[in-house]
């Protein structure tokens, strides 16, 4: 579950031994503080200006000397991890990106689906998205342990370097041509899922190479992520089976 750590020593040693850290709250930065807060901004790890009231109310009045960290769930990891995790089981990488997603309980279940699939592991951004949270591993229902998870600053970057490493970038965009059954699955491939109500953003859909959408039939126009991330995972899943 994730933890809350408070105090500036604690936070410091945190930073420095580079645990997975969320998001840091703090008061006005002086003295140590402002160290901190470096230490933070070059991890890239988001800072939220607060005042002491709220850290009291969230510490329940502990001595926090004007520092939070929310700890991550579980250690991120990197892109390259993801990639090696293909290699180890000697398959085609399978990953999936999350552009922006905000819902812990639709990653928590996104987590569950990538894990039941087979695929190789999640991307999400640092900056307004969701993090590792404790309602992210409850929803996850355990799949949080066996789930690898990499925090990039930039996705499009991230979708550009792995274009360059070999991978192919599908979309899911409910105004594409195609079907999600057009998509050759069994080749190495990101697949991408847009934020809750907005779906990919332009730069992230312009990066794509392919953008595939999901056949409804009825009156509902959408389907939540977590639901259209299994629909298209497991049309990978099919694909990859029959052709194996």
């Known amino acids: 579950m994730s933890e809350l750590l ?45 005042d002491r009231k709220s850290l ?36 085609q990488p399978l990953l999936v990106a999350l552009d922006h997603l905000e819902d812990p309980h639709n990653l928590g279940a996104i987590l569950r689906v990538v894990d039941a699939a087979g695929a190789h592991g999640v991307i999400i951004t640092k900056a307004r998205s969701v993090s590792l949270s404790a309602t992210v591993a409850k929803t996850s229902a355990g799949a949080i342990e066996s789930v690898a998870v990499a925090r990039v600053p930039n996705l499009t970057q991230t979708l550009v370097q792995l274009k360059e490493a070999g991978l192919w970038i599908v979309g899911l965009d409910g105004e594409a041509d195609e079907l999600i059954y057009a998509a050759d699955w069994k080749l190495p491939t990101v697949l991408v899922v847009g934020a809750e109500g907005k779906g990919l953003s332009r730069l992230v859909k312009d990066t794509c190479d392919f953008k595939v959408r999901i056949p409804m039939a009825g009156q509902i126009n959408s389907l939540n992520a977590s639901v259209a991330t299994s629909v298209a995972l497991y049309e990978a899943v099919r694909q990859r089976r029959e052709r194996s």
């Open 56 to 91: 009291d109310q969230l510490t329940r009045n502990a001595r926090h000397q004007g520092v939070v960290a929310y700890v991550a769930a579980k250690d991120y990891v990197t892109v390259e991890d993801l990639l090696k995790e293909a290699e180890r089981k000697n398959e």
């Open 6 to 50: 408070y105090g500036r020593n604690p936070v410091l040693e945190a930073l420095k031994s580079r645990r997975s850290i969320n998001k840091l709250l703090v008061v006005q930065p002086e003295g140590s503080l402002k160290h901190i807060v470096k230490l933070a901004e070059n991890a890239g790890i988001p800072i939220q200006n607060t």
